[in-house]
């Protein structure tokens, strides 16, 4: 059985520039997740997705975008980088039936200068 | 608001002591409870997990968290702690709506020989 894998594993990046991050999900879960989890803070939700759509959203700006595919890996996208960006972002899978039952991959740090 | 406290930011304990750390959440209806584990540079792994039934939940680890409906707590133990048990521990509530879990502050254990 495979685990959350996420790519890359870090990043740096300019103010201003855009960002993608990427996600494949564990074996047998349909269901996505991404956090952003800042230095020193708990992980913060960002949005879920199940069926290629966005189905649910924590208190990020539209500037935090998503996607998921079909074999259900998923795409976090940040435009206009700021500096508060800068964070562990994690994704993490589970199955629709236990969807509170959820798996983290290890994360991708970004930097932004 | 839905919220979980972890009222412990650091817990430094030396190897073979007992050790508690505390979480408490807010809500008045019914919810899943969980415990997660970051080990530096890494993602989060799930520890232990309340959903229902006893009270009592145990890891396969050694840890023990006790579910206190209340007093809305969810405190983990240990009878004896490890070097190894060096980590950060996160306390999270999954709330049906938006089917996102919600993270505490974290605490920092740390284990002294």
């Known amino acids: 059985e495979t685990g959350v894998t996420q790519s890359p594993t870090h990043l740096i990046k300019t103010r201003g520039q855009q960002v993608t991050l990427r996600c494949s999900s564990q074996?047998?879960?349909?269901?996505v997740s991404w956090y952003q989890q800042a230095l020193g803070q708990g992980p913060q939700f960002i949005f879920q997705?199940?069926?290629?759509?966005?189905?649910g959203r924590g208190n990020f700006p539209p500037r935090f975008s998503g996607l998921q595919f079909p074999n259900y890996s998923s795409e976090l996208n940040v435009n206009a980088l700021e500096l508060d960006d800068s964070a562990l972002y994690l994704c993490a899978s589970s199955q629709r039936t236990a969807i509170y039952e959820q798996y983290f991959g290890p994360g991708t740090r970004l930097t932004v200068t | 608001a839905q919220s979980v406290t972890q009222l412990d930011s650091q817990v430094p304990v030396f190897e073979e002591a007992p050790v508690e750390l505390r979480c408490n959440y807010s809500s008045s209806v019914s919810v899943y409870l969980f415990w997660y584990v970051q080990y530096p540079n890494q993602g989060l792994q799930l520890l232990l997990k309340y959903l229902s039934g006893s009270t009592l939940v145990e890891s396969i680890n050694g840890f023990e968290a006790e579910f206190n409906k209340s007093q809305t707590s969810f405190h983990l133990r240990k009878p004896s702690v490890h070097i190894s048990d060096t980590a950060e521990y996160f306390c999270a509530v999954f709330y049906n709506q938006g089917g996102k879990l919600i993270f505490g502050q974290g605490t920092e254990l740390s284990v002294k020989p």
């Open positions: 074996s047998g879960h349909n269901t």
């Open positions: 997705y199940y069926r290629e759509e966005e189905n």
